[in-house]
């Protein structure tokens, strides 16, 4: 069974700081891009940020200068370091794990349980 559990979510001040963690029971995750996605009440998932397996990074344009997502292959483990925290970023994070093929086909997608967030002004 695939598992990914995500770490970290804890309530802060606005300005502060938190750092996620994505611990990944799958076999070859290094192949894998990895992401990071939040949703409020109400709203739909969005993209957080990602990075490929060669290391490559996309940020969503609210996170972008504030946020850095990371990979430790060894570890089996992916990292989203939240600084500067704002009350909008409230929400519950998950952690994405997806292998594509070289035609841009999804193969494997896996999804985390969720970790709160929430920035109190």
């Known amino acids: 069974q695939v598992r990914l559990v995500e770490s970290g979510g804890g309530v802060v001040q606005a300005g502060g700081s938190l750092r996620l963690s994505c611990v990944g029971s799958v076999s070859g995750l290094s192949l894998y891009t990895m992401a990071w996605y939040r949703q409020c009440p109400g709203k739909q998932r969005e993209l957080v940020a990602s990075?490929?397996?060669?290391?490559?990074?996309n940020y969503a344009e609210s996170v972008e200068g504030r946020f850095t997502i990371s990979r430790d292959n060894a570890k089996n483990t992916a990292y989203l370091q939240m600084n500067s925290l704002r009350p909008e970023d409230t929400a519950v994070y998950y952690c994405?794990?997806?292998?594509?093929?070289?035609?841009?086909?999804?193969?494997?997608?896996?999804w985390g349980q969720g970790t709160q967030v929430t920035v109190s002004s």
């Open positions: 990075i490929t397996s060669v290391g490559n990074t």
């Open positions: 994405n794990a997806r292998r594509l093929s070289t035609t841009g086909r999804t193969l494997n997608d896996y």
